[in-house]
């Protein structure tokens, strides 16, 4: 799963270390359908029920790699916003100047961990639309609308012709890889264990990653819907989510698929619910997030009992965990800690990475690792990337899934899991209801 490359001892930065941002956000004295624009241009994209972010261009970004990747990123955006110029009418969550993230799963990964700031923002909080524009060592020009940086989404054409999928191992292959990380398990050698698999995708037409986000957020309005770099998905998992001192994670572990987009009955809920193997992994899961939040915050609270998230095809079992945060802890610094939590590698968390090295061929990239936004007070929110596609060409993307394994894991339902998991990216990519 990782290659090594040499961390970077200083961050990547596009713009000079002393450059200052000017940022000027103005209200939109208009309802925003923020869904009915996003741009063919689309640089990256924060969306949950019809609100959020869109963006375009780059004003500033810092690429980063290695075990320090976070911290390095954190800093040089936290240096940055120790010096901008900040014009802000409307005042609200994610106004002002905003990063946009996505960082990469190993620290050993090939791919670079990006934080950027856009050249122009259009968002939209609790019904309040506004426009955010940015300029390094000058005035950003406010245009004549709004709408000449965010024209309407490009018109939705399903695709003339078949995907071309091509998974990285058979049906066979990839259940006889679940079952020798179920081996392990029960040899002792870890308790959990998260496996993926990739399946690359070619496309008869060239992707429109502005698309693919508007797709998703229609169909998948209660997930975080994620675009930034070479990641495009629907997320269900909130990794850390702060606000005015406090923190916020929602855990998923544990997943029962559901026949035609549809949801499970109650009595197979109830089973579900009571389920010892399902039941097990969630509790590492949760277990991992309260251990490492100890260090950061206080008065930590979790849900008495996991309660169950439903979403078309697909139902998880799930747990809210909330805290203090300590003086000074950014939302980014919680990622950090909190990444890779065991609903996404395992426990022990470096047992189970290093069985993943073996058993996954490829990096991860971006699967499964922070994606999300931090402001310039450090709040922000950071998603898990899963339902996700690496966009890795014009017309190729590679999606990437999988399932917590214990010693009771089944292999033809975990490869089912991982399948399921695929189909929120799937129908994006068709433009239609099959898949």
Wanted: charged share 25%; with cysteine; hydrophobic share 45%.
């Amino acid at each position: 799963m990782t290659r090594m490359s040499a961390p970077l001892t200083r961050p990547d930065l596009s713009a000079p270390a002393s450059a200052t941002p000017l940022v000027r956000t103005v209200r939109i004295e208009e309802p925003v359908d923020l869904l009915g624009h996003v741009p063919a241009g689309v640089s990256g994209a924060w969306l949950r029920h019809g609100q959020g972010l869109v963006a375009v261009g780059r004003a500033w970004s810092v690429r980063t790699t290695g075990p320090d990747r976070f911290a390095a990123a954190s800093a040089a955006f936290r240096d940055l916003a120790s010096r901008a110029r900040v014009d802000d009418e409307v005042r609200v969550r994610t106004s002002g100047l905003i990063a946009l993230g996505s960082f990469s799963y190993a620290g050993a990964s090939e791919r670079l961990s990006t934080l950027l700031v856009p050249r122009a923002l259009l968002g939209v909080h609790d019904g309040e639309a506004f426009l955010t524009v940015v300029g390094i060592d000058e005035e950003p020009e406010l245009p004549a609308s709004w709408r000449d940086l965010f024209p309407s989404s490009p018109v939705d054409v399903p695709a003339a012709a078949p995907l071309e999928l091509e998974a990285d191992h058979t049906p066979d292959e990839y259940q006889a890889l679940v079952q020798q990380a179920v081996d392990e398990i029960r040899s002792g050698a870890a308790e959990k264990v998260v496996l993926s698999e990739r399946t690359s995708a070619r496309t008869p037409e060239p992707l429109s990653p502005a698309l693919l986000l508007t797709r998703l957020a229609r169909a998948y309005p209660s997930t975080w819907v994620y675009h930034l770099e070479d990641v495009i998905g629907a997320s269900p998992e909130m990794l850390a989510q702060t606000e005015d001192g406090r923190v916020f994670s929602r855990v998923l572990a544990g997943s029962r698929p559901a026949a035609d987009d549809g949801e499970l009955d109650e009595a197979d809920r109830r089973a579900f619910r009571a389920d010892r193997k399902e039941r097990s992994e969630h509790a590492y899961a949760v277990d991992s997030v309260v251990e490492r939040l100890e260090d950061l915050a206080a008065e930590i609270e979790v849900s008495a009992e996991p309660f169950v998230l439903r979403l078309p095809g697909l139902e998880h079992l799930a747990s809210d965990v909330s805290a203090r945060l300590h003086e000074g802890v950014t939302s980014l610094d919680v990622a950090a800690r909190l990444h890779p939590s065991a609903a996404v590698s395992g426990t022990p968390r470096e047992r189970a990475d290093e069985i993943i090295a073996r058993l996954e061929p490829h990096d991860r990239g971006g699967y499964a690792a922070p994606v999300g936004w931090m402001d310039a007070s450090g709040d922000g929110q950071w998603a898990i990337a899963l339902r996700m596609a690496h966009l890795t060409g014009e017309r190729s993307a590679v999606l990437q899934a999988g399932g917590g394994l214990v010693a009771a894991s089944d292999p033809v339902s975990e490869h089912a899991e991982a399948l399921a998991k695929c189909r929120p990216m799937l129908r994006a990519l068709r433009g239609d209801a099959e898949a």
